[in-house]
Nanobody
Framework: EVQLVESGGGLVQAGGSLRLSCTAS????????IGWVRQAPGKEREKIGC????????YYSNSMKDRFTISRDNAKNTVYLQMNSLKPEDTAVYYC?????????????????????????WGRGTQVTVSS
């Protein structure tokens, strides 16, 4: 059974940092891309970025790349989202999701479609609240 479990969310003051984790099981981690998406109350899902686990190549939304960094630890089947200089508008539920792409395939796909990825599997999300 494929599972994605997010952790690391919580309450943080504006200007602070958090690192979220997404631990995967039930599939060959290195063959997949893992993305992060967030959703604030009353708003549509917002794509943050993704990483391919085979080579660590990363792709970001232009609005996120300055403060957010995605990395992975293949030995732990875990992808991280480091968030710095957090703002109240970053308050949302943060989800990780997995898509079965080869690394080159993901690069080509991103060139054409950006982060409009149809993910195969989703975690349940972790709440991040940034206080002012």
């Amino acid at each position: 059974e494929v599972q994605l479990v997010e952790s690391g969310g919580g309450l943080v003051q504006a200007g602070g940092s958090l690192r979220l984790s997404c631990t995967a099981s039930g599939f060959a981690f290195g063959d997949w891309a893992i993305g992060w998406v967030r959703q604030a109350p009353g708003k549509e899902r917002e794509k943050i970025g993704c990483i391919h686990n085979s080579d660590g190549s990363t792709y970001y939304s232009n609005s996120m790349k300055d403060r957010f960094t995605i990395s992975r630890d293949n030995a732990k089947n875990t992808v991280y989202l480091q968030m710095n200089s957090l703002k109240p508008e970053d308050t949302a539920v943060y989800y990780c999701a997995a898509a079965h792409f080869g690394a080159r395939e993901l690069a080509d796909y991103y060139s054409d479609y950006g982060l409009e990825i149809d993910y195969d599997h989703w975690g349940r999300g972790t709440q991040v609240t940034v206080s002012s």
